[in-house]
């Protein structure tokens, strides 16, 4: 079993097709019903959803307050190190770009932890490239090790592992795993990833129900806006979240929908996404999907990621950088990807009680 | 319009199942059989009283009808096993209703000891039918265990109060994939449609048509709104209430301004 | 000899099988299914069950009920 099967399915589905044939009845039905299906979810993401986008975001921030409330949880990116061994052209760390190669020592993690933990931060975030050789899965876990001293919750973002390096990694205290496709359509994936680990488009799409199958607490999965088109690559998203929610009910699963923004390197076959459609988007999965978590990273700029906040998002990520060892700023400023909103803790924080918003900095704590 | 109901192998036309307890007299039990076309009938097994001849209960069923055989009088899993043993063993072919009640004030089924029987009965090649209180994930381990459909309470047995378990219910309809059957509760024939509404595959009728004053009647009524509640479903609709028109945006006007 | 039958305390005479106590007590083979000391015997079987002191046979049929 695997969401493959699913994705194969619609391989030559005419999605535009699909589109043209939505009627203003359908996505009537799709707001106002409970249990919503595939035929639902395609309405919602049609261009002709877009009329009604007032009524879905209505819809879309009411359930948000049912399940969700008036709460914001918080967390932190730590970048761990940059080295990576897969081409993929979208990242500004790709293995092809000239880019400075660091890497964090436990010393350095430790004083990069000492700062968040200052801050407030209980929930980290930990991201590498894409290369075993130099940031190994034993590496990863004995960085998990010491940051379990500061924090309540930390998520990794690496490269694809085994079902039993994710055990391992659980069992050193990791309760989360994002992983995002980056694309769905196996066509443009193989485009996009010339080669290294990543290239794998299946290894990396069964990731998640790995982790989901050895019982992680979290899963937070989504697409890369912007290198493939983004109606059909959501509705992708959406059935991939749902499919892990029907088959894993004990796992929480949330979705993140970052868009392309200016990096390093040449890639500029991007598909459009406007502002408007990240709103349709967030809107469209909040309603297919009440109770998934959908997280807005910095790629975003701030006023944005503010009137975003009713639609739909639950999660924030705050005092971001994309630099490894960036919060204490011991390294060169070879970054990721441009971010957007650079405000720290203390502003957020005040923007969300400006808007009536708990910010939840700890959802939980391991006890042992 | 085809539509038929096909469980363990065999095709069921009429989504009422009857149970057969409680009514004054057999030949009652005919005529409702008979009258509504019974496909799936229940009947219990009990020790034969040798002071008074009982005439056999399979007389008064339709040949043509199933014959699903109720574990009742089961306390624990071993019991129904039994039970259901020593049905096969008077010429049932298989076709077991799982009830396991320990519980005399409320006559509520112990979903865990009905998971154990059920996964022992299915072993042997009964075609299980658990009936269970509605829970989701009691429901998909009887599924697992390898019941053939499974029967969540609509309220106590007897009760005669609906589908006051319609929350509980609609999830299983949702989240299991195999045929859902409420049993037991139902009062009137609208709470039947009502479940059928829902999708569920069929519904299990005994306290309400037996102690009807004319049994027959509510049979035919029971039978009818199956039908009814089950074309609904099928046919359903955009029954969608209207959008409300916004004067205003309140949430996307950003979009717009400059 | 005394049997338990039934739950209750059953004396018979010149009953030596099952197929004798059955016939014995007019029921029909068909319709019925015994327990004999906690196993269940098959129709074909209950020939060759010789009966002794202090068994516990159950005889059950369907009835109604749901």
Known sequence: MSFLDFIKQYEGFDFKKSFDQVKENDIITALSGDNLNQSDFLALLSPKACAYLENIAQRAHQLTLNYFGRTIQLYTPIYLANYCESRCLYCGFQAGNEVKRTKMNFKQLEKEAKFLAEQGFKHVLILTGSSRKQTPVEYIRQCVEILKGYFSSIAIEIYALTESEYSQLIKAGVDGLTIYQEVYDREIYKKVHLSGPKSDHQFRLDAPERAASTNIRCVNIGALLGLGPWRSEVFFMGLHAKYLQDNYPQVEVSLSIPRLRPHKGKFEDVFPVTDQDIVQIVTALRVFLPRVGITLSTRENDVFRDNLLSLGITRLSAGSTTAVGGHTSEFDEANQFEIADTRNLAQIKQVLAEKDYQPVLKDWMHLS | MKDTLIIAGRAIKNRLFVGTGKFPRKSIVKDVLETIKADVVTVSLRRVDLDSQDENILEFVPKSSQLMVNTSGARTAEEAIRIARLSKACGGDGWIKIEVISDSKYLLPDNEETIKATEVLAKEGFKVFPYMTPDLYDAKRLVDAGAVAVMPLGSPIGSNRGIKTKELVQIIINEVKAPIIVDAGLGMPSEAAECMEMGCAAVLVNTAIATAKNQVLMAEGFSEAVKAGRKAFLAKGNQAEQIKAHASSPLTGFLHEK | ?66
């Open chain 3, 1 to 66: 000899m005394k049997l338990k039958f039934n739950g209750k305390d059953l004396e018979v005479n010149n009953i030596e099988t099952l197929t004798d106590l059955v016939k014995d007590k007019k029921l029909n083979p068909e319709s019925i299914a015994i327990s004999y000391n906690n196993a269940i015997i098959p129709r074909k079987d209950w020939e060759r069950v010789e009966l002794k002191e202090h068994d516990v046979i159950d005889i059950v049929m369907f009835m109604m009920g749901g």
